[in-house]
């Protein structure tokens, strides 16, 4: 897989808007996600993260018990890479099979001198 990092300026300049902020903050405080990861995901602070649960916490607002929901889109993220990398291996292996197997056909070809691997339309 690609590793797409920012570099320390492109992080900086980086703008997050106050629903997305407050929609992590949920997250969090749900427990559906954790801090470090938003900040691997997203490439963020913690110290930032801490700042966007300070500013925006209900938490503190409200001593009401919340219901969890559906998974959030950070852990989405985190399931589809995992899934990703596993499906990637998997094609490897694959791949390395099929060349075994075109190198055995090769070896079969040359050792009883017969065509193995016809071409499409030709006859007998």
Known sequence: ?????????????????????????????????????????????????????????TMKKKAERLIVESKSDTQKILDLKKQIAELERLLGQKQIQLEFKDTMIEIAEEMYKIDIKKKLGTKE
Request: charged share 35%; aromatic share 8%; glycine share 4%.
């Open 1 to 57: 897989m690609k590793s797409t990092t920012l570099t320390r300026g492109e992080r900086q300049n980086r703008h997050f808007s106050v629903s997305f902020k407050v929609k992590k903050v949920q997250e969090i405080e749900r427990g559906i996600t954790r801090i470090s990861e938003i900040c691997k995901e997203y490439e963020v602070s913690d110290t930032s993260v801490r700042k966007w649960i300070l500013k925006y916490s």
